[in-house]
């Protein structure tokens, strides 16, 4: 694929920070420490930043999710009693998204520990990252989250592993089967517990986490700010591209299980419970192989991209994470009183421009059915009257009189970015200022567009984007988090500039609840949002900038359609 050669310059970068990285692992200090459940092994790493730093890679927090362990809830790990060498890493079970190669293991349940200082003078901020990827691909893979830019601030920085896909996400109703669904949010609550218990003898303040995460990872934030068995385990969030109120939150797929099992082979015969067995035997490959296929043309046309994710648990066991709809969820959340901050990317239906560009006739198909684009949990009928008339005023909104074409891709593009991503942003912080005693609420809007570090964009999107300017939905990691790919930066660039910048936010929000920015024009202080609408952000990008929030007016749309539906 030519769009798939603009990825070839970064592959030998990738390869060389890989063998480099082993050879630290193999041939470095190692440094021990006594946790809970037994003594971890890391090894002191030197970074490109010039400090010194020590790694736990795939450190365990709970039992392997196999064999009988399959689907179910997880379960806490044992003590081991001899020395666990935290070097090596896993992934959870997945076809990648960028490869299409299958790959990962069941036995994902790991996460990776960074600090610079297992005794500092005083404990420091701990930040914990939950990855994204549509819950059914991502990993805390070291590859992609390198935390060498946090580090260069005294934090401990702790990035998870959890399930996904069909091993993380299964519901089955009957509850013989011990499997209500979420177990990939409850590995994640697992690893928090972990995290609280054991935090201190890595340097960090179990007194002062924060829990953050960037698409499904910040979706899975919000749904642990809002379910109460996540009461307790953190002390401030960071929600970055997705929340529990996007519109892709909730499962929509219906008869799961059966399905699989039917496209597994089984021909109906034996009820539900022929049809775990089915399930309980099946390869990984076979499985994932089944769960990609419940996403058809039907599903596709009706806007339904993943086939797993989180889903209102169909009764009440010692674990239950979601009980109601996320809505009713947020109307007296546990995590009402904690500072949050929240945002997005400038132009995050970037994400599809590939996909737009190479199957055009998505267009075409909109044009046709404008109602397909209303969200999925408003109105499932697609031939409801309602939701024809929703879906041509959308449509008429964001292309006036004008067909969708490729001439109009970027009308095309904002409309999705604004329903899957900003509505939902936009939806939260509307709760969070309807409490009278609600916490401190920074929003952002991630506005930094650099050919050298905007690796989502080139990914998703490409390097050709004339006219199509903006930060891709992801794109604001790659400032947080250092990569394979990642280029060294001059102290005196735009991106370590930028770089610095999000650091500078994000670890700050960690150590105190308010982030500090330096460089403002006018002495601005970056004050928490208010009830009174359009919401003031702060706008990153070549220079920082107080404004309203550039989509305010395009969420009035949207938000007319929830309220005529009684939805928000």
């Known amino acids: 694929m030519k769009e798939d050669l603009e990825l070839v310059p970064y592959i030998w970068p990738a390869v060389l920070y890989k063998i480099a990285e082993y050879l630290k692992r193999k041939f470095g200090e190692s440094v021990t420490i006594k946790s809970s459940l037994g003594e971890i092994v890391g090894v002191k790493m030197h ?5 010194d730093y020590i790694n736990f ?8 999710p196999i064999g009988s362990l399959r689907f179910k809830d997880p379960e806490p790990l044992d003590a081991w009693t001899q020395p666990f060498r935290a070097c090596s890493e896993s992934t959870a079970s997945q076809k990648d998204a960028v490869t299409r190669r299958f790959m990962g293991t069941e036995d994902c349940l790991h996460m990776n520990i960074y600090t610079k200082d297992l005794s500092p003078k005083v404990l420091r901020p701990v930040m914990v990252f939950l990855h994204g990827g549509a819950f059914i691909f991502g990993s805390n893979s070291k590859d992609a989250y390198n935390p060498e830019y946090l580090l260069r601030k005294d934090v401990v920085v702790i990035v998870v592993n959890y ?9 089955v109703d009957d509850p013989t089967y011990g499997i209500p669904g979420n177990a990939g949010l409850k590995d994640q609550v697992m690893a928090l517990k972990f995290i609280k218990e054991n935090c201190e003898r890595f340097g960090g303040d ?7 995460g960037e698409s499904a990872g910040g979706c899975s934030v919000h ?7 996540s009461k307790g385990l953190f002390h401030k969030a960071i929600l970055m591209s997705g929340t529990a109120l996007c519109p892709w939150s909730i499962g929509p797929l219906e008869n799961v299980p059966e399905r699989v099992a039917r496209l597994l082979g089984w021909n109906g015969e034996g009820g539900i419970h022929r049809a775990m067995m089915e399930l309980q035997k099946a390869s990984v490959g076979s499985l994932i192989k089944a769960q990609n296929a419940l996403v058809g043309k039907e599903e596709r046309k009706k806007y339904i991209f993943t086939p797993f994710g989180p889903t209102i ?9 979601i009980d109601k709809h996320p809505v009713l969820l947020c109307m007296n959340p546990w995590s009402r009183k904690i500072p949050l901050l929240i945002g997005g990317c400038s132009s995050e239906g970037l994400l599809i421009y590939k996909v737009i560009k190479k199957k055009p006739h998505a267009l075409t198909i909109y044009s046709k059915n404008a109602e397909e684009v209303v969200p999925f949990q408003i109105l ?3 031939s409801n009257e309602r939701c024809k008339r929703f879906g041509r005023e959308i449509k008429k909104y964001y292309f006036g009189l004008t067909e969708p074409s490729m001439a109009t891709v970027g009308a095309y593009m904002a409309m999705m970015g604004d ?5 939902g942003v936009h939806r939260t912080l509307l709760t969070r200022s309807s409490f009278k005693d609600t916490g401190a609420t920074y929003l952002y809007r991630f506005d930094i567009d650099l050919k050298q570090t905007n690796y989502s964009k080139i990914v998703f999107a490409g390097k050709n984007l004339k006219g199509l300017e903006g930060a891709c939905h992801g794109d604001d990691c790659f400032y947080l988090f250092k990569s394979a790919v990642s280029a060294k930066m001059s102290p005196t660039s735009k991106e370590f500039v930028a770089m610095d910048r999000m650091v500078t936010i994000w670890t700050s929000f960690a150590a105190n609840g308010r982030p500090s920015v330096n460089s403002i024009k006018h002495n601005d202080v970056w004050e928490p949002i208010s009830p009174q609408k359009p919401f003031k952000c702060l706008n990153i990008s070549d220079e920082l900038k107080f404004i309203d929030l550039p989509e305010s007016e395009r969420m009035a749309i949207w938000d007319a359609i929830y309220e005529n539906h009684n939805f928000n």
């Open 206 to 212: 179990p007194n002062n986490i924060t829990l953050f």
């Open 223 to 229: 749904y642990h700010m809002i379910s109460d068995i």
């Open 163 to 171: 399930r996904l896909g069909i091993f993380g996400f299964l519901s």
């Open 380 to 382: 499932p009928d697609r």
């Open 419 to 423: 329903k899957e991503f900003w509505h």
């Open 57 to 64: 890679l795939g450190v365990p927090y709970a039992k392997p």
């Open 47 to 51: 970074s490109s930043e010039g400090f």
């Open 313 to 321: 648990e169909p009764y009440r066991s010692a674990q239950c994470f």
